[in-house]
């Protein structure tokens, strides 16, 4: 959903906290019993920092491409709509079907989801589905692509539905402070919609369910124990369908917090790595970085509503002959946001990612800390690498414009490297971990 509540865009960059990645079922030997919590690994060998594959480099640098095309694309498509007046004839044949002003903005909104929907299907289509298959990543079927990517359009056309007649019937209720009541009215929904996307949006796509591994929960449980975490918060999620990616991440809010693991992270990572994904994602929990992330989104927020706010009069007065609306405040100017939003996002990425690499390697620290496995850390991220079609240091602009993790080499010479413990120096999160059990026996 992009729109003016970006703050979900946001807590979505930053929620699906991706990592470890696997390689070998067969799984190192386990440490002590016990595990996780209190392991330290005796190899202090520092794991090497893979070359990428071939097929690496040409994912790599063909993302680099599709990234540019997609940047382009989202400001195309909204301004076309936009200047060739077709949003005004859209708003038209929704004011002779709907006539009152609730329905003509509903019949607007949906109508103009279906047209994006149908302009963006190809440049998606290859993006989700047939890049995916022609590099190995994907196991899904086109039917069920298809179908999930008609899903999304309802998700999204009844998010925009429910939330976005707020700020229309304000711009019009009040047009000097309209930007600021949108503002608040935006972070309580994104709010809202944080709240409620694991229990109510995340299960019409995927089965979410208790581990099925009892014995691996248990080494995971007495982990988050240690973290502070209930137990009942981690829930495993049927991926194998669709993907061989590996992940696993923190999303909602409150009483909705959660960890959920793919069942293709459980799969291929040995319990070492796993666990050591594991203590990332509780740091994301533990640290708040939803939240954080969220309140990023409110300030960017809050800026970017002021900026449409004084430059929108402006844009419209210019070109209303080309738009065919002289109000921000009628329902056809809706491509005008989603133009600024995109311009927005692309202006501030580097901003964004920056501060999602910051909380991605604060969790990476919270992980190393509570598990003290550097080297299932390492592996871990090796096999990340391997497997996702990683290279392990990207050029400075994929850094700066698209990069929401460290890079694969960063995180695997941070595991390296990284023992405060072994020093005597204090650590950073040690404080917030609880005492370990001692009746707290590991299963095999
Ligand atoms: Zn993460």
């Given at each position: 959903m992009r729109s003016v509540v970006a703050l979900v865009l946001l807590c979505g960059a930053l929620a699906p906290a991706s990592n470890g990645q696997i390689a070998s079922r067969s799984g190192a030997n386990p440490p002590p019993p016990g595990a996780a919590a209190v392991s330290l690994s005796d190899d202090r060998a520092p794991v090497p920092v893979p070359e990428p594959s071939e097929k690496a480099i040409q994912f790599y640098r063909s993302g680099n491409v599709l990234w540019c095309l997609r940047a382009l694309w989202e400001l195309a498509v909204p301004a076309a709509i936009l200047f060739t007046g077709f949003s005004a004839r859209i708003r038209d044949r929704a004011e002779r079907i709907?006539?009152?002003?609730?329905?003509?903005?509903?019949?607007?909104?949906?109508?103009?989801?279906?047209?994006?929907?149908?302009?963006?299907?190809?440049?998606?289509?290859?993006?989700?589905?047939?890049?995916?298959?022609?590099?190995?990543?994907?196991?899904?079927?086109?039917?069920?692509?298809?179908?999930?990517?008609?899903?999304?359009?309802?998700?999204?056309?009844?998010?925009?539905?429910?939330?976005?007649?707020?700020?229309?019937?304000?711009?019009?209720?009040?047009?000097?402070?309209?930007?600021?009541?949108?503002?608040?009215?935006?972070?309580?929904?994104?709010?809202?919609?944080?709240?409620?996307?694991?229990?109510?949006?995340?299960?019409?796509?995927?089965?979410?369910?208790?581990?099925?591994?009892?014995?691996?929960?248990?080494?995971?449980?007495?982990?988050?124990?240690?973290?502070?975490?209930?137990?009942?918060?981690?829930?495993?999620?049927?991926?194998g369908a669709d993907t061989k990616a590996v992940n696993a991440y923190v999303t909602g809010f409150m009483g909705t917090k959660r960890i959920v693991l793919w069942d293709t992270i459980i799969a291929k990572l040995n319990r070492r790595e796993l666990l050591t994904v594991m203590g990332h994602e509780m740091g994301h929990y533990?640290?708040?970085?939803?939240?954080?992330?969220?309140?990023?989104?409110?300030?960017?927020?809050?800026?970017?509503?002021?900026?449409?706010?004084?430059?929108?009069?402006?844009?419209?007065?210019?070109?209303?002959?080309?738009?065919?609306?002289?109000?921000?405040?009628?329902?056809?100017?809706?491509?005008?946001?989603?133009?600024?939003?995109?311009?927005?996002?692309?202006?501030?990425?580097?901003?964004?990612l920056a501060f999602s690499r910051h909380l991605e390697h604060e969790a990476d620290r919270f992980g190393l800390e509570i598990t003290r496995d550097n080297r299932a850390a390492a592996n871990a991220f090796v096999k990340l690498q391997s497997e996702n079609l990683g290279v392990p240091r990207p050029g400075l602009m994929y850094t700066l414009c698209r990069a929401t993790h460290p890079s694969p080499g960063g995180r695997i010479d941070f595991a390296n490297t990284y023992r405060p413990w072994a020093k005597?120096?204090?650590?950073?999160?040690?404080?917030?971990?609880?005492?370990?059990?001692?009746?707290?026996?590991a299963t095999p």
């Open positions: 709907g006539r009152r002003w609730f329905f003509v903005v509903v019949i607007y909104l949906v109508t103009f989801m279906a047209v994006k929907y149908l302009l963006d299907w190809p440049l998606n289509c290859y993006q989700g589905f047939l890049r995916q298959h022609a590099y190995g990543l994907s196991r899904q079927s086109f039917g069920r692509w298809l179908g999930n990517s008609l899903k999304h359009l309802a998700v999204d056309t009844s998010g925009y539905v429910a939330f976005l007649w707020f700020p229309y019937l304000l711009m019009r209720k009040c047009p000097q402070r309209w930007w600021l009541h949108s503002w608040l009215a935006a972070t309580a929904a994104a709010l809202f919609v944080v709240l409620i996307t694991p229990i109510w949006i995340d299960p019409w796509f995927n089965q979410f369910s208790p581990m099925k591994n009892k014995a691996l929960e248990a080494d995971i449980l007495a982990l988050a124990e240690r973290a502070g975490i209930e137990g009942s918060r981690v829930f495993e999620v049927d991926q533990v640290l708040g970085h939803v939240a954080k992330g969220m309140l990023f989104g409110a300030a960017l927020g809050f800026f970017g509503i002021y900026l449409f706010a004084r430059l929108s009069g402006w844009l419209i007065d210019r070109f209303k002959g080309r738009f065919g609306f002289d109000s921000v405040s009628n329902i056809a100017s809706f491509p005008l946001i989603l133009l600024f939003v995109s311009a927005g996002n692309l202006a501030l990425d580097p901003l964004i005597g120096e204090p650590l950073s999160y040690e404080h917030l971990f609880k005492a370990a059990r001692s009746d707290k026996v």
